[in-house]
């Protein structure tokens, strides 16, 4: 039947600027949906993603459109905006031979659809630019379209204004997808090969493989075989999203689709992996693409209403749907035993805890988060770390490196001067500055991950009044001049608080650690020194004072709900207290570091 009238193409953008709607909209418009079935957002299912209005998990949709008496089939598939989630975008990505690009035309282009540019020019997708929003009355779509020329490099021609909220426009750019993006290469006369580019997990049904087919077709019953671990199935059941699960007998060269073929875990499959015919086999597999990175390793032990074997059940669980989240067993002398955990970004960090507590009813205690560093030993061996305490004795170290990472700026001119100065005080170093129209700017730089990573983003908003966007991308590792901090509690090295510093300026946040940790921990009948120290050096010192009075005594005679607060805080935050030797130390102080960068 050939490939002529299929179209597979993503929507990318940066966050808000409205893939969602648009993604919505069409399926309205292609008839996909029907009003009765409508939710806000049909693409976004799981709750978290809806109370927090991102996307987490890229998801694809098949509709039929009709032009000039001719059907086409449209695979879209929805990805991520948010940094944390890139390479979801590369993965749909990897699917599709064109990209629609959104940008919101009273914001225009911002960090992330920049980003997103790039990662489609990687793929060879072609792009459509598509200006969003013209029904607001800050809208400005000519000054939008002349930014899009400039950054992105599309012509007048190639960018659509619309208004995905009331669908003027909508019907224009699906004739565009048709008759602008190419249709995939017919492969139909060649042994079966599809690209696994997601999957997820399903309680009834197993893994649910998405998958893209490039050679020959798939059928039901047909017995497959994983290119990359060499293992087979047979496939009980193949289908389209329609939105809705929905089977069909086969799926030709070129169509998207699901696959079940009684895979039992997620960890089974890995995306970017090929399916081929068993008997028939592919010659070679198609082009993968880089796994996912954990950016951010953070360090989980049980809290107190918790137990071990119930975090470890928790976080099988939240494995099982979630592919790029990490887990291996650690233990602690401060801390017992619990598990270092790896994380896209903060933000994935973030929606992993949330779920913790809401899904599984699950009490941590936590440690900061940290990049992951390379050691070089003075052997020459080359050792990734990605937690202070795994650092070898620093006589056996040659060299530390750190990540680094592109980091892209978008912001109004008159803020740039506040912008420089915070990055200057993050080690950032300039690359480039180029002006996208007379008053917005991007600014280019090389940055340690580990200075972004934390609170940068929010710096940033802080400084341009919410107005910068920011995007980045690891570049690789690079040797620094760091060390490694212990933080000392009444004289105990205390493992799960010691911190990797930059020379420079470790000594100012090793002082800002400890003051954080002087507030943190609470009186305690005797005094407790609080140090950080390099080696066997102490670079800083505070001081807990022993605990005299109640803390409650003044406030009798006063608001007595007041005093009420007081003892119900006190008893919630002694949840989730560890003692350390004789020292009870909340929670909320291994997180101490996040607030000294
Ligand atoms: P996403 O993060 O890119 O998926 O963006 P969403 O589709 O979730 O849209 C973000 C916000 O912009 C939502 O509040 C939408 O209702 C709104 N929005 C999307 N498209 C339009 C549009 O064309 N016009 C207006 N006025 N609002 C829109
Ligand atoms: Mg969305």
């Known amino acids: 039947m050939g490939t002529e009238h299929i179209r597979n193409f993503s929507i990318v953008a940066h966050i808000d600027h ?41 998801s694809a949709v098949t509709m ?10 449209l695979n879209l598939i929805d990805t991520p905006g948010h940094v944390d989630f890139h390479y979801e975008v590369s993965r749909a990505l990897a699917a599709c031979e064109g990209a629609l690009l959104v940008v919101d035309a009273s914001q225009g282009v911002e960090a992330q659809t920049v980003a997103n540019t790039y990662l489609a020019v990687e793929t ?35 960018c659509f204004p619309i208004s995905a909220k009331s669908g003027e426009g909508v019907g224009e750019l699906l004739r565009a997808v048709i008759q602008l993006l190419p249709p995939p290469e017919d492969h139909s ?12 997990f399903n309680d009834y049904r197993g893994v649910i493989c998405y998958v ?21 199935y047979v496939i009980s059941e193949i289908g389209k999203f329609a939105p809705q699960m929905t089977a069909v007998d086969e799926l030709g060269s070129g169509e998207v689709g699901y696959v079940i ?15 081929t ?56 002398p401060a801390l017992g035993f619990g598990f270092r955990c790896g994380f896209l970004g903060l933000l994935h960090m973030e929606i992993v805890q949330e779920r913790l507590e809401r899904e599984y009813d699950i009490d941590v205690v936590q440690t900061a988060p940290t990049v992951s560093y390379e050691v070089i030993t003075k052997d020459g061996e080359t050792i990734r770390i990605d937690s202070p305490s795994m650092l070898p004795d620093p006589s056996h170290i040659e060299a530390l490196k750190e990540p680094y990472v592109r980091l892209e700026i978008i912001t109004s ?42 609170d940068f983003y929010d710096l940033l908003k802080g400084i341009s009044h919410g107005y910068a966007t920011m995007d980045y991308e690891l570049i690789g590792f690079e040797k620094s001049n760091l060390a490694k901090v212990d933080i000392l509690v009444n004289k105990k090295a205390v493992d799960a608080l010691s911190v990797i510093l930059h020379r420079s300026n470790a000594e100012v946040r090793g002082r800002k650690l400890l003051q954080k940790l002087r507030k943190a921990i609470p009186k305690h009948q005797f005094e407790i020194p609080l140090q950080a120290a390099i080696g066997g050096k102490i670079i800083a010192r505070e001081t807990i004072k022993a605990y005299r009075k109640d803390v409650t005594s003044k406030l009798y005679g006063g608001d007595v709900s007041r005093k009420m607060k007081v003892l119900k805080k006190q008893k919630e935050g002694k949840k989730r207290m560890k003692s350390i030797g004789s020292v009870q130390i909340p929670q909320e102080a291994f997180m101490s570091i996040l607030d000294t960068s």
């Open 277 to 332: 015919d068993d008997a028939n086999p592919a010659e070679k597999p198609l082009p993968g693409y880089q796994p996912p990175a954990q950016m951010v390793f953070s360090d989980f032990y049980p809290g107190n209403n918790t137990d071990y074997p119930k975090l470890r059940g928790a976080f099988e669980k939240l494995a099982t749907n979630d592919s790029s989240f990490t887990f291996t067993p650690q233990s602690s």
């Open 124 to 158: 060879g997708a072609e792009i459509i630019g598509v200006i969003n929003k013209i029904d607001l009355p800050a809208a400005q779509p000519q000054v939008v379209i002349e930014e899009v020329e400039h950054a992105i490099g599309l012509s007048k021609g190639e």
């Open 189 to 200: 006369d060649e042994p079966s090969s599809a690209l696994i580019f997601d999957a997820n």
């Open 413 to 454: 001119s008159d803020t740039i001067g506040g912008i420089m100065t915070l990055a200057e005080g993050k080690r950032c170093q300039l690359i480039k500055t180029d002006y996208l129209s007379k008053t917005r700017v991007l600014l280019e730089y090389k940055a340690p991950l580990a200075e972004i990573v934390y």
């Open 212 to 232: 893209k087919v490039v050679g020959g077709k798939l059928r039901t019953r047909q017995k497959i075989r994983l290119m990359g671990t060499g293992r087979t």
């Open 261 to 275: 073929a009684n895979i039992k875990e997620l960890a089974d499959v890995t995306i970017g992996d090929t399916i």
């Open 18 to 58: 409205g893939k969602s709607t648009l993604a919505d909209r069409m399926l309205e418009l292609t008839g996909s949906i029907t009003d009765r079935d409508r939710q806000e957002q049909m693409l976004d299912s799981m709750d978290l993603e809806r109370e927090r209005g991102i996307t987490i998990k890229a």
């Open 64 to 73: 039929k459109y009709e032009l000039d008496g001719k059907e086409y089939m």
